[in-house]
C-alpha cells in the first residue's frame, strides 16, 4: 500500500522588526517611501491583528508533528527588511531542518523594489525554493514532483507597487504552463500555490486595491489545467472554498493561521495524499489568554 504524503500549509506569518523606530526608517529610506506608510499602518491599525503567541504556538506545533511537506503561501515579513527576514529564518530554522519547506512570495514580501535588489527572500530562504531554477523552456513552469503521484506547481505573483496599492500581478506564462500540466502531469495530483485568492467563499469581497489583476485568467487556468489543490494566503481568513458548481479546484487560505485564535476563520492546513487521493482537515491550536 503506497504511502501518504503529508503536506501542511500555513501563509502570512509578517515576522516584523518591532525595535524599529520611525525616524530610523525616515533617515534611511526618505519620508515618501511605501515602508513609511507600512509601518505606519502596521503600528496604528495591524498591530493588534497578529498573535505572536499563536504563531509561536503554530512553529512548535510544526516542529513535534511528523510532515513531508510545509508550504508558506508568501508574506512572511511585514515590510520586507532585512532584519524580518532574518528573524523569519531564525524561528523557522528548526522547520527548515527538520522537512522540505516550500515558498513562495507575497506582496508583503516584495514590498518595495529595493527588497529585490537584492532579493532578500531568495537569499535568505535559497534553500525553501526547490522547485526546478532551470529557465523555463517550452513552458515548463517551476514545479516539484510530491512522490510518484502528486506535483505542486507555483504561479509567481507578488511584486513591489506603490504605496496603498497591494495589488498582485500573473508572472507565469499560464498558457504554457497549462500545455506543459497537459503533457506531462495529465495523470497526477496537481497542486498549485500563489499566494492572491482565486476563488472567495460566498459573501467574501476583495477591495480593488487588494486583489489580483486579471484574476479571471489564473480561475480559467486552475480550472483548464485540471488543478485539483490551490494553496495561497493574502486575506487574513482561513477558509476552504470551491468555485461554483464545480469541486475542483479546492482552494484553500491559510492566512488566518495567526491572527485568529478560533472561530470560522483560524487555523491552517493539514492535506494527506495518497495517490490522487486527497483529505483536508483544518487544525486549530488552543491559545491561552
Known amino acids: 500500500m503506497q504511502k501518504p504524503i503529508v503536506l501542511m500549509h500555513v501563509s502570512d506569518l509578517h515576522f516584523v522588526d518591532d525595535s524599529l523606530r520611525l525616524r530610523d526608517l525616515v533617515r534611511k529610506e526618505g519620508i515618501t517611501s ?3 506608510t507600512g509601518w505606519m499602518n502596521y503600528r496604528f491599525n495591524r498591530r493588534g491583528q497578529f498573535n505572536i503567541s499563536i504563531r509561536t504556538q503554530l512553529i512548535e506545533y510544526l516542529k513535534t508533528n511528523d510532515w513531508d511537506y510545509l508550504v508558506i503561501s508568501g508574506d512572511l515579513t511585514t ?15 528548526p522547520l527548515i531542518e527538520k522537512g522540505t519547506v516550500i515558498m513562495t512570495s507575497g506582496n508583503h514580501d516584495r514590498y518595495v523594489r529595493r527588497s529585490l535588489e537584492p532579493d532578500l527572500m531568495a537569499q535568505t530562504f535559497s534553500d525553501c525554493f526547490p522547485f526546478n531554477q532551470e ?14 503521484s502528486a506535483v505542486l506547481f507555483e504561479i509567481a505573483t507578488a511584486c513591489p507597487r506603490l504605496h ?3 495589488r498582485g500581478r500573473i508572472q507565469t506564462d499560464l498558457e504554457a504552463c497549462e500545455a506543459f500540466i497537459q ?5 497526477r ?3 498549485v500555490v500563489g499566494h492572491y485568492p482565486a476563488f472567495l467563499p460566498e459573501n467574501e469581497k476583495e477591495g480593488y486595491l487588494h486583489r489580483l489583476d486579471d484574476r479571471r485568467r489564473l480561475q480559467d ?7 485539483d489543490i490551490y494553496l495561497h494566503g493574502h486575506i487574513h481568513k482561513t477558509w476552504q472554498a470551491t468555485p461554483l458548481d464545480l469541486t475542483r479546484p479546492v482552494c484553500l487560505n491559510a492566512a488566518g493561521c495567526c491572527r485568529y485564535t478560533d472561530g470560522d476563520w483560524s487555523g491552517f492546513h493539514r492535506l494527506t495524499m495518497t495517490g490522487t487521493q486527497f483529505e483536508v482537515s483544518r487544525i486549530r491550536l488552543p491559545v491561552s489568554a
Open 135 to 148: 529557465p523555463l523552456q517550452g513552458g515548463e513552469s517551476h514545479h516539484l514532483e510530491l512522490g510518484d
Open 79 to 93: 515590510l520586507a527588511l532585512e532584519t524580518e527576514f532574518k528573524a523569519a529564518r531564525k524561528h523557522l530554522e
Open 221 to 227: 487556468f486552475l480550472k483548464n489545467s485540471s488543478t
Open 164 to 166: 496603498v496599492s497591494s
Open 183 to 187: 503533457k506531462n502531469y495529465s495523470d
Open 34 to 36: 511605501k515602508r513609511i
Open 189 to 191: 495530483l496537481k497542486l
